[in-house]
C-alpha cells in the first residue's frame, strides 16, 4: 500500500521560511508527478506548485517567486521550500501524486494524498 508522508509545517511569522517534505512509500511505483495542495478553513483545497519527473515545474501565481518545489527522483520524495510566507499562505498543505507525466492543477487528478501538515502564518 502507497503511503505519502508529508511533514515540516508550522507557525512562522509574515516574512519567515518553511520546508516541507513529503516522501513517498510502500511501493516500487514510480509518480511521474507530485505536487502540493492547500486547504485553508471554508476553502476548497488549490494547487500550490507541482513537479514532473523531468523536473519540470509549475506553480500558482500567487507563490511564484516566493516557494520553489523540488524533487529526489531515487527517494521519491518531493520538497516545498516556502519563503517570504505571507498570512494568506495559512492552510493544511497536502502532498499529492500520480503517474501523469502532465502537471495537473485539479485534485481530481490525483489519486495519492498525503495526510496534510499545518502551516500558520502569523502576521
Known amino acids: 500500500q502507497v503511503r505519502l508522508v508529508d511533514a515540516g509545517g508550522g507557525l512562522v511569522q509574515a516574512g519567515g521560511s518553511l520546508r516541507l517534505s513529503c516522501v513517498a512509500s510502500g511501493s516500487t511505483l514510480f509518480f511521474e508527478t507530485m505536487s502540493w495542495f492547500r486547504q485553508a478553513p471554508g476553502k476548497e483545497r488549490e494547487f500550490v506548485g507541482g513537479?514532473?519527473?523531468?523536473?519540470?515545474?509549475r506553480y500558482r501565481d500567487s507563490v511564484n517567486g516566493r516557494f520553489t518545489i523540488s524533487r529526489d527522483n531515487a527517494k521519491n520524495t518531493v520538497f516545498l521550500q516556502m519563503n517570504s510566507l505571507k498570512p494568506e499562505d495559512t492552510a493544511v498543505y497536502h502532498c499529492?501524486?500520480?503517474?501523469?507525466?502532465?502537471?495537473?492543477?485539479?485534485?481530481?487528478?490525483?489519486?495519492?494524498w498525503g495526510q496534510g501538515t499545518q502551516v500558520t502564518v502569523s502576521s
Open positions: 513537479i514532473n519527473w523531468s523536473g519540470s515545474t
Open positions: 499529492a501524486a500520480n503517474r501523469l507525466g502532465e502537471i495537473r492543477v485539479v485534485p481530481g487528478a490525483y489519486d495519492n
